[in-house]
């Protein structure tokens, strides 16, 4: 691999297997090197064998002696790697075709709702262009940005912070479930499709990123199984988790590109955010009804924000090997070091959720006093709107209890009344 590159402006040799680069008293450095190539001379860095007056393999292949840095992953490992340009994925006609269609698709279904769309949108900075913007009927604006090749997950989310930044929404569009973009930022994942297809208005569902909240009550006869023991038993506590439509109790229809064109332009559908149980910065992006994400920030008691600020992600941390600079061209051998196969990111397994208190209970002097949150979960697990709540009769719990078809007592109590 090509550890070692010449910087042409300062006239220095640098280790990119070194914290420091080898240059401990540039504490800039990396971030001037890494910089995008189209934000910087593109004569800066150099591939060592050329510059040393030896044979440069990519520039005897008819291409350039310049370079860029980027991450390299391989066996779990992200050593920054120094590549001849052109950039390491330059997109095929398939790909290109690909890309244009989905985007002209989703400019017209746009239209044809009647919403404001525009393709190739630039933000007021000028630092980032939108492949389409769609403003909805109250000045909502959402940017789709079909990626259909790889891309990092730090331009994923400078781009999208930039996008917040100018008041659009980012809605990033995948063919691919290890796409990096997954979990970085608003999402969601489409089958990967002839672009004549695309075109055609062949039927084009959401596959991932779009979600469905359900709550329920952990007990015996819920189809659901315990968040807590890890589906074995029952802990009568109340569970609220996401799914994707196919996974629902009961099944919910799949959402088509163009639902989803409208119903982000109108607010009905919107983003969110689910940390992992674990905490950190770690989570699932996902798009959801906008009652659902009412309901779901009305439970755990907080907003989910979109990003709002640079961080570095997991895949962006650089591993250095600190080792000896090799001043072989390597051109040729870029592909495969880059070729360990990208992890799964597009699960249809549900998130973890959260779990709740018990269902309320009778309290005495007050049987009716609950809190407002309570009173959303009881509503959201028992299907039923909150003025049909009420105390079971025999053990207190609250229940569907003035709605029609209702009883005085919950399943458990008629269970054990009928056996008396």
């Known amino acids: 691999m090509a550890n070692g590159v010449w910087h042409t402006r300062y006239g220095i040799e640098i280790n990119l297997s070194l914290p420091d680069l080898g240059h401990p008293n540039r504490p800039d450095l990396l971030r001037e090197i890494s910089a995008n190539v189209a ?9 060592l064998a050329h510059h040393e007056g030896r044979q440069c393999l990519s520039e005897a292949g008819g291409k350039s002696p310049w370079m860029f840095i980027r991450r390299g992953r391989v066996g779990g490992r992200r050593p920054l790697v120094a590549s001849h340009m052109p950039v390491t994925h330059k997109a095929t006609p398939a790909e290109s075709e690909q890309h244009k269609a989905t985007k ?13 769309a525009e393709a190739e949108v630039c933000t007021a900075n000028r630092r980032s262009i939108s492949d ?12 789709w940005e079909i990626q259909y090749h790889h891309l990092s997950p730090s331009s994923v989310h400078r781009r999208s912070v930039i996008a917040v930044d100018q008041g659009i929404t980012p809605l990033w569009v995948a063919k691919d479930r290890t796409a990096s973009l997954i979990d970085r930022a608003p999402w969601v994942r489409v089958d990967d499709m002839p672009w004549k297809e695309i075109a055609g208005g062949k039927e084009m569902l959401i596959r991932g990123g779009y979600r469905h909240l359900q709550v329920w009550k952990c ?4 189809e659901r199984h315990c968040l807590l023991r890890d589906g074995a038993g029952h802990c009568g506590d109340l569970h609220a988790d996401w799914f994707v439509p196919a996974l629902c109790l009961p099944e919910r229809r799949s959402v088509h590109i163009e639902d989803l ?54 895949d962006d941390l650089i591993t250095f090997s600190e080792q000896e600079i090799d001043r072989t061209c390597r051109a040729g051998e870029e592909g495969w070091f880059v070729s360990d196969s990208r992890p799964v990111r597009d699960h249809a397994q549900p998130t973890g959720g959260i779990t709740l208190s018990r269902m309320p209970v009778r309290r005495p002097h007050d049987p009716m006093r609950i809190s407002h949150v309570e009173r959303a979960a009881a509503s959201a697990a028992l299907g039923c709107p909150p003025w049909e709540l009420g105390p079971c009769a025999g053990c207190g719990q609250l229940m569907s209890r003035y709605g029609r078809f209702a009883a005085m007592y919950c399943r458990p109590c008629r269970d054990l009344l009928n056996g008396l």
């Open 39 to 47: 934000e910087r001379d593109p004569q800066l860095l150099e591939c």
């Open 104 to 116: 002209e698709r989703v400019v017209d279904a746009a239209v044809g709702y009647g919403l404001e």
């Open 132 to 143: 389409a913007v769609v403003t909805g009927p109250d000045g909502l604006r959402i940017g």
């Open 219 to 222: 007990v015996p006869s819920s």
């Open 261 to 314: 064109v409208l119903q982000s332009a109108t607010g009905e559908s919107v983003p969110v955010f689910v940390p992992s149980r674990g905490g950190g910065r770690a989570g699932r992006h996902m798009w959801v009804s906008a009652a659902d994400r009412a309901l779901w920030e009305e439970l755990v008691g907080e907003r989910s924000p979109l990003p709002a600020a640079p961080t570095q992600e997991d």
